[in-house]
């Protein structure tokens, strides 16, 4: 004997969000048991490598997690991943240290010139 399977829900189509598995209950009814989406882990804003310390979750249910469980305890901390950071921190010291040089160069050059006006 065939039981036929009616829906729970009013979406019959066969789409992403209404992935459904077989499941005898024990009553021995055979009912549809809807499948969530699978839990994916936040990738970083740069180069697009998973990050890590962040658990992986649906986007609605991230929503209502812990602040600790979103984020990790670093500046840009559950956007980008420790290398990306590293590299801006690096950057932005280069050009802070390249921004005194060229001062140091430009005072050089001023105060050879005023000791050749001198002479």
Do not use: D, W
């Not at 065939?2 to 729970?8: D, G």
């Not at 609605?60 to 602040?67: F, I, L, N």
Request: net charge positive; with cysteine; hydrophobic share 30%.
């Amino acid at each position: 004997m065939v039981e036929r399977l009616t829906y729970r829900r009013r979406l019959s189509y066969n789409t992403k969000s209404n992935r459904r598995r077989v499941v005898r209950t024990p009553g021995g009814k055979l009912v549809y048991q809807y499948l969530k989406k699978p839990k994916k882990i936040p990738r970083c804003g740069s180069c697009k490598e998973k990050l890590r310390g962040i658990q992986p979750s649906r986007p609605m249910e991230r929503s209502q997690m812990c602040r600790r469980k979103k984020t990790v305890k670093r500046v840009y901390g559950g956007v980008l991943c420790h290398r990306c950071v590293k590299e801006r921190i690096v950057r932005a010291f280069l050009i802070e240290e390249q921004k005194i040089v060229v001062k140091v160069i430009k005072a050089r050059q001023a105060s050879v010139k005023t000791k050749k006006t001198e002479k």
